[in-house]
């Protein structure tokens, strides 16, 4: 666990880069935790993409870095340190590593460049209004044309960013008549295709952030589709273990955790900081030390990982605890904040730059327990397959 | 970073496993928490042979030089199965201090000795007013000529009732709550003046009550230097809280292994209990702490050793809090979902609860560690 001089290296090389390559007006949003707005994110995904960091994970001969574990952890913890913003996971983290594992060379050469590049976003269409934790009972039909190619009818929903996405990765149903999770195909669609609607949401944090997604005979070219017709399921279940790690959200509660420190810093309370409170302290501890036990089961689960061992049992456990250290640091930082915990959305100056968006994140945070398989449905599928209990 | 154990420790893990499989089940416990010692002496001759009781210590100390975390190992393995041995009294709490600070005859003369389990040590500094510091000493030792006299009273000494030595804290200078000052003295148990009182843990294991009365050592019975014991203590009560949250990783493991039999086996309603999704996902809020527990134990028992002391108590902090706390959750829940035979004594689970819980305690309890990570430059770093 101690770092040899090559790995001390690495990281003051990871920083200073970090330092001169972050423009300005992004340098002044992460000094005071300010909400990167979609362009902000894309702006320093191609940035990391001009020096070939943008994957790391990656394979080598996809644009990965190589790296060894250790070095990627001190490449995030930098990143979350220097409070840089965190990147699209759509591209990047799921369909990129689904079609590294099971596109053709084609597909691999069409689409994963320009993800790496940051030149064409993603987004996931999974969700339906009748299919959520049931995903498997989706009906976006997906019917064969003359050409072989595919029509597609029906909708999606809660599709984050479809607003601002170039593509989309999609489940749909190839065959009606059998066992549901048999009859699904995982496709590429193009957003900007004939028949594509897209209609944004407004959250509870008061931000766009998902979207319902029409499909009225959208064409999708049979070379869209990945790997065999009717296995999209299974290719969607392999994708669940690439989310493991990546929504445990560490490093998002870790920032959250300093900058609920930095406004307690600045908030006096007869006189003195809260920071200094020792009752305070404590608080703020209790859930940094949650955190930093959690951190050590993301550094086990990589490191089994990258040893080519299969993730242990212990990897179940991020998302479901992930998410509600996520939570308990945004509690943390509205009551901190006290009466500027009201402020929604004002203009500058009524509260601190910093606490600008918390009360927006504070709302927006409850969907962490929600997404990427619902907290209830992860108890579920430890409950079954982890701890062996009946039906 | 690598957290695949080597050889050397993976064949350790697998000998102390099926030692406890073997020889020393949970009724090997139950029966021996009635007798007088509350262990056998033989057993901790065998645990000597095997190599076990000076794994960690380093080699110019006799032991085998294999690092903390291999004591840790030993002590998650003992923790399964509650062995009554005292290791983490002994080797740990005690054995620490003794080789860190002890000079090379001292090590031959009171650590050579417990690695081989021909003795037993323990640690005497718990008073009635110090609670969880290790400065707030009463105890003295007055110079006596070349000797010194020690005269004061200790508390709760983990297994003193059977050690051969006591490892004890006194005053040489400075008041009460003083950090310079306080020295540690190798006392014999069975020399005049030092009267040992055997008291019952709640958990089934022993401690003592000691009182010196003017017990008189010479000058190679102080270990470390004269009034620099508070650091040594420190780091010994790091160590036995690293070594604590091991043991308490362990013994949860074993917690919710049983409670997760126990679901099902146990019908009601006409089905297995654990078919009941309430009690399911209570079994996972289970799981889930009893993981964070082995993940905050394991850095801690990495951590332990770091020269850095604030790195070292940091990862002991937030692995003992994490004990405490999660490890709380995980012992209540088992017992509830046991039902009625879960609180009685004729059952095993009652055995985890009680033995988490004084871990729990010992070492620096829950307010104790939150309130210390809380103060460490760490806390603030980046603020
Ligand atoms: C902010 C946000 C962003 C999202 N982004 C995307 C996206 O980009 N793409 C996409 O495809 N989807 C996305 N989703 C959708 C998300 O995956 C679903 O919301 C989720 O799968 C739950 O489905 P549901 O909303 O239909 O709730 P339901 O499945 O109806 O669940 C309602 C409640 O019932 C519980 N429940 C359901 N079944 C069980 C059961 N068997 N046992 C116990 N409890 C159960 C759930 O846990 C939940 O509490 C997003 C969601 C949110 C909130």
Redesign the pocket.
């Known amino acids: 666990m101690s770092y040899s001089p090559e790995h001390v290296a690495f990281r003051e090389e990871v920083r200073e880069w970090i330092q001169a390559a972050m423009p300005e007006h992004l340098r002044a949003k992460a000094e005071v935790d300010a909400a990167f707005a979609h362009a902000d994110v894309m702006e320093w995904h191609r940035i990391l993409a001009a020096k070939g960091w943008a994957a790391p994970h990656w394979p080598v001969e996809h644009g990965g870095t190589g790296w060894d574990t250790t070095r990627r952890f001190i490449f995030n913890e930098e990143l979350e340190l220097a409070g840089a913003p965190p990147l699209s996971p759509?591209g990047l983290n799921m369909v990129g590593p689904l079609l590294i594992q099971f596109a053709n060379d084609w597909q691999k050469q069409r689409f994963l460049p320009k993800i790496l590049a940051g030149e064409e976003v993603w987004?996931?269409?999974?969700?339906e209004p009748n299919?959520?934790?049931?995903?498997a009972s989706l009906q976006l039909r997906a019917d064969t044309a003359a050409d072989g190619g595919f029509v597609l009818n029906g909708q999606?929903?809660?599709?984050?960013?479809?607003q601002y996405a170039h593509w989309i990765f999609l489940l749909a149903r190839t065959d009606p008549n059998v066992k549901k999770q048999q009859g699904i195909s995982f496709l590429l669609c193009d957003m900007r295709t004939p028949g594509v609607t897209v209609k944004p949401f407004l959250?509870t944090g008061g931000t766009p952030?998902?979207c319902e997604t029409w499909f009225e005979n959208v064409s999708v070219p049979r070379e869209n589709l990945v790997g065999e017709l009717n296995q999209g399921w299974t290719y969607a279940k392999a994708l669940l273990g690439h989310e493991r790690t990546l929504v445990s959200g560490v490093g998002i509660s870790a920032r959250t955790l300093l900058r609920t420190k930095r406004i307690a810093r600045d908030k006096l309370v007869d006189g003195r900081p809260l920071l200094e409170d020792p009752t305070f302290r404590a608080k703020i501890a209790r859930v940094e030390i949650e955190l930093e036990a959690l951190r050590m089961v993301v550094y086990r689960t990589v490191a089994a990982a990258q040893l080519g061992h299969a993730p242990g049992a212990e990897s179940s456990i991020l998302k479901l605890r992930g998410t509600e250290i996520q939570q308990a640091c945004f509690d943390l930082a509205m009551e901190v904040m006290g009466h500027d915990s009201l402020s929604w959305f004002n203009r500058d100056g009524v509260v601190s730059a910093r606490e600008q968006s918390v009360a927006s994140s504070f709302n927006?945070i409850r969907?962490a327990t929600?997404?990427?398989?619902?907290?209830?449905?992860q108890?579920?599928i430890i409950a079954k397959y982890i701890l062996g209990l009946p039906g | 970073m690598d957290f695949e154990l080597s050889a050397d420790e993976k064949l350790l893990v697998e000998t102390v496993q099926s030692f406890t499989k073997k020889d020393s089940p949970v009724e090997r416990f139950r029966r021996l928490r009635g007798t007088e010692l509350g262990w056998e002496r033989a057993t901790w001759k065998q645990m000597g042979e095997l190599g076990w009781l000076g794994v960690s210590f380093p080699e110019s100390a006799g032991g085998a030089g294999l690092g903390f975390v291999a004591a840790g190992l030993v002590l998650e393995q003992l923790g399964a199965t509650l062995v009554p041995e005292p290791f983490l009294s002994s080797v740990v709490l005690a054995g620490t201090p003794l080789a860190a600070a002890g000079t090379p005859e001292q090590h031959e003369r009171f650590l050579a000795p417990l690695i081989a389990g021909d003795t037993a040590l323990a640690l005497a500094h718990v008073e009635a007013q110090s609670r969880h510091d290790s400065a707030s000493v009463s105890t003295r030792a007055t110079r006596a000529g070349a000797a010194w006299r020690l005269t004061g009273r200790k508390r709760w000494v983990l297994d003193g009732h059977g050690a051969d030595h006591l490892l004890v804290s006194a005053r040489t200078g400075g008041s009460e709550r003083e950090r310079d000052g306080v020295s540690l003295f190798v006392v014999d148990a069975a020399q005049p003046g030092v009267r040992l009182e055997r008291v019952d843990c709640m958990d089934g294991h022993k401690a003592a009550l000691v009182e010196l009365d003017g017990v008189e050592v010479d000058a190679t019975r102080l270990v470390g230097p004269e009034g620099g014991g508070a650091a040594i203590l420190d780091l010994a009560l790091d160590h036995a809280a690293a070594g604590a949250c091991a043991e308490g990783a362990g013994l949860l493991a074993r917690a919710l292994d049983m409670t997760r039999e126990y679901l099902m086996q146990r019908k009601q309603f006409g089905a297995a209990i654990g078919s009941f999704?309430a009690l399911q996902h209570r079994a996972v809020d289970m799981f889930v702490e009893v993981e964070l527990c082995k993940s905050a134990a394991l850095l801690a028992m990495i951590k332990v050793s770091d020269p850095s002391g604030a790195e070292r108590m940091r990862a002991v902090s937030a692995a003992k809090a994490q004990l405490a706390r999660g490890g709380a959750f995980v012992v209540r829940q088992a017992t509830q979902l046991h039902g009625g035979i879960g609180v009685t004594d004729e059952h095993d689970i009652g055995l985890y609860f009680k033995r988490h819980q004084v871990l729990a305690a010992l070492f620096g309890d829950f307010e104790h560690h939150v309130a210390r990570y809380a103060s460490l430059p760490s806390f603030d770093a980046h603020v």
């Open positions: 759509f987004c996931q269409g999974y969700s299919a959520g934790s049931d995903l999606k929903t809660w599709t984050t960013y479809a959250t952030a998902f927006y969907a929600i997404y990427a398989g619902s907290n209830e449905i108890k579920n | 999704q």
